[in-house]
Nanobody
Framework: QVQLVESGGGLVQAGGSLRLFCDVS????????MGWFRQAPGKEREFVAA????????YYADSVKGRFTISRDNAKNTVYLQMNSLKPEDTAVYYC???????????????????WGQGTQVTVSS
């Protein structure tokens, strides 16, 4: 069983930065496609960023491209989301998700991830 624990959320002013962490239990972390999603109140959960297990590719939603960076440390079983130039519209609960050997074409699809963390709140004030 894979367990994911997010941390690093908080309150930040517009233009500021935060770094989210997702610690993943299990011995085969390097074989998991990893994604970050977010859900604002009253809205659907949406894709933010993803990291391929197979070739190191990364993917981003258009709304965060150039501002957010996903990275992973396979030795530490951890995936990160560096968020810069934050905007009030980035306010949401951010979730980390994992899927074993998920192919690159599906990394942006939330229904392809069977494992989820509990979420961490990010609030950006204007």
């Amino acid at each position: 069983q894979v367990q994911l624990v997010e941390s690093g959320g908080g309150l930040v002013q517009a233009g500021g930065s935060l770094r989210l962490f997702c610690d993943v239990s299990g011995r085969t972390f390097s074989s998991y496609g990893m994604g970050w999603f977010r859900q604002a109140p009253g809205k659907e959960r949406e894709f933010v960023a993803a990291s391929s297990w197979s070739d190191g590719s990364t993917y981003y939603a258009d709304s965060v491209k150039g501002r957010f960076t996903i990275s992973r440390d396979n030795a530490k079983n951890t995936v990160y989301l560096q968020m810069n130039s934050l905007k009030p519209e980035d306010t949401a609960v951010y979730y980390c998700a994992a899927s074993y050997r998920l192919y690159n074409g599906a990394l942006t699809a939330k229904d392809k991830y069977p494992y989820w963390g509990q979420g961490t709140q990010v609030t950006v004030s204007s």
